[in-house]
């Protein structure tokens, strides 16, 4: 499974259903969605300031990580980004793939 960040950010319609059902209502719904799309919700937090919501998703893949954000964005109740999470082992691996490179005008 992959993971993810996936941030909210609620318009002022999508906040009035969040005063209407209450956040507990909310995370569970996240929760549905998540685990129908065969993965699992990790956290859920509401948060001050720009952004309203920050959850950590498992997901079987990017594929799923996207079919989740566009739909929930196209629902039009929220903007939703998404930012594959990676382990310190899939950095270390990652450090370790030799590749070629040239930086532009070198």
Do not use: Q
């Not at 065969?38 to 990017?62: C, H, Q, R, T």
Request: glycine share 8%.
């Amino acid at each position: 499974m992959a993971k993810y960040l996936i941030v909210a950010t609620y318009t002022a319609d999508g906040m009035k259903g969040v005063l209407r059902e209450g956040g507990s209502a909310r995370r569970s719904t996240i929760a549905d969605i998540v685990k129908n799309l065969d993965g699992s919700l990790e956290a859920f937090y509401f948060a001050f300031g720009v952004n309203d919501v920050y959850s950590i998703v498992d997901l079987p893949d990017n594929v799923t990580a996207a079919a989740m954000a566009m739909h929930i964005s196209a629902a039009g109740m929220c903007r939703c980004d998404v930012t594959a999470l990676l382990t310190p082992e899939e950095i270390d691996k990652s450090a370790r793939t030799k590749m070629w490179f040239r930086p532009p005008g070198a």
